[in-house]
């Protein structure tokens, strides 16, 4: 083989790893900057849920009040103008994003409002996360859409009928599709939804088990209905026993405290359908 030719593919080579190895390191002095001042909370909205924040010193205070917003704020006062006081780290479940977060002794130059953008993401395969929010709402959608396949599935309780319409798997977790028919006319102001896992059989001699479990999504989060309501809840896929109940009570607001239930046993839940093409089509 030429000299030649070997010496170039090994400067090429030479070059690409370079590259690579350049653009997979990053200073503060090339990241976003966000100037901050302890008289201005510095609001930062990610477009998914934020899973993890690292906030470098302690010189800067944070928290997150909701699932995709941080805020910040310096302790005290002190520092100089362009003094870097911590690198922030935000990871979502598809993107991490860092800022340096530099003083400033004019309050007007302080950033109030910052929104991630596009181009400060760096793509990241989050382990902690088997699905991502957006896609978890987008296979419940394309369930709530869809007709019922399950018929012999219901509670009746003051005059009302709650049903499950379907069960689906995708990946790790269940998609649960309820209904519930109001057969007065009373509307219904939502307390809260929780979905368990009970014993089947109640004995006097033994202790109820009961297992609260946390959903991963609840689509619809509408507080009241008068005639009709369905949503879908996802849960993390699981096993139990033939003697168990996996059981979704919607229970109202005080005063009158009206409650109903649904139980689904486990051979409703092994009879869940997997995802199809045809479900999640675009509309």
Same mark, same amino acid.
């Given at each position: 083989?030429?000299?030649?030719?070997?010496?170039?593919?090994?400067?090429?080579?030479?070059?690409?790893?370079?590259?690579?190895?350049?653009?997979?390191?990053?200073?503060?002095?090339?990241?976003?900057?966000?100037?901050?001042?302890?008289?201005?909370?510095?609001?930062?909205?990610?477009? &998914? *849920?934020?899973?993890?924040? $690292?906030?470098?010193?302690?010189?800067?205070?944070?928290?997150?009040?909701?699932?995709?917003?941080?805020?910040?704020?310096?302790?005290?006062?002190?520092?100089?103008?362009?003094?870097?006081?911590?690198?922030?780290?935000?990871?979502?479940?598809?993107?991490?994003?860092?800022?340096?977060?530099?003083?400033?002794?004019?309050?007007?130059?302080?950033?109030?409002?910052?929104?991630?953008?596009?181009?400060?993401?760096?793509?990241?395969?989050?382990?902690?996360?088997? +699905?991502?929010?957006?896609? +978890?709402?987008?296979?419940?959608?394309?369930?709530?859409?869809? *007709? %019922?396949?399950?018929?012999?599935?219901?509670?009746?309780?003051?005059?009302?009928?709650?049903?499950?319409?379907?069960?689906?798997?995708?990946?790790?977790?269940?998609?649960? $599709?309820?209904?519930?028919?109001?057969?007065?006319?009373?509307?219904?102001?939502?307390?809260?939804?929780?979905?368990?896992?009970?014993?089947?059989?109640?004995?006097?001699?033994?202790? %109820?088990?009961?297992? &609260?479990?946390?959903?991963?999504?609840?689509?619809?989060?509408?507080?009241?209905?008068?005639?009709?309501?369905?949503?879908?809840?996802?849960?993390?896929?699981?096993?139990?026993?033939?003697?168990?109940?996996?059981?979704?009570?919607?229970?109202?607001?005080?005063?009158?405290?009206?409650?109903?239930?649904?139980?689904?046993?486990?051979?409703?839940?092994?009879?869940?359908?997997?995802?199809?093409?045809?479900?999640? &089509?675009?509309?």
């Amino acid at each position: 083989m030429n000299k030649k030719i070997i010496v170039t593919a090994f400067l090429l080579a030479a070059g690409l790893f370079a590259t690579r190895n350049a653009q997979a390191q990053r200073t503060y002095e090339e990241m976003e900057r966000l100037t901050v001042n302890e008289q201005v909370t510095t609001v930062i909205t990610a477009t &998914e *849920p934020v899973r993890f924040v $690292d906030i470098s010193t302690d010189k800067v205070a944070g928290d997150q009040p909701i699932e995709n917003i941080i805020r910040l704020k310096p302790k005290e006062t002190g520092h100089e103008d362009g003094e870097v006081l911590a690198i922030v780290t935000i990871v979502t479940e598809r993107y991490r994003t860092q800022y340096a977060l530099i003083y400033t002794t004019r309050i007007s130059e302080a950033v109030a409002d910052k929104e991630i953008q596009l181009q400060e993401r760096d793509a990241y395969n989050n382990p902690t996360v088997s +699905m991502s929010t957006a896609d +978890m709402v987008r296979f419940a959608r394309r369930v709530w859409n869809s *007709p %019922a396949k399950i018929r012999n599935v219901a509670t009746k309780a003051h005059r009302m009928e709650m049903r499950l319409n379907n069960i689906y798997s995708v990946g790790d977790y269940f998609f649960i $599709d309820f209904s519930i028919e109001n057969k007065t006319n009373i509307r219904f102001d939502i307390d809260e939804i929780r979905v368990k896992l009970s014993d089947k059989k109640l004995s006097k001699a033994t202790n %109820a088990q009961t297992i &609260e479990l946390t959903p991963a999504l609840v689509l619809e989060h509408g507080k009241t209905f008068k005639h009709g309501y369905r949503n879908v809840i996802v849960v993390k896929k699981m096993t139990f026993p033939n003697d168990k109940l996996l059981t979704i009570e919607m229970t109202e607001q005080q005063i009158s405290g009206r409650n109903i239930s649904l139980n689904i046993d486990y051979e409703d839940v092994l009879s869940a359908d997997s995802f199809n093409t045809a479900l999640l &089509e675009e509309e």
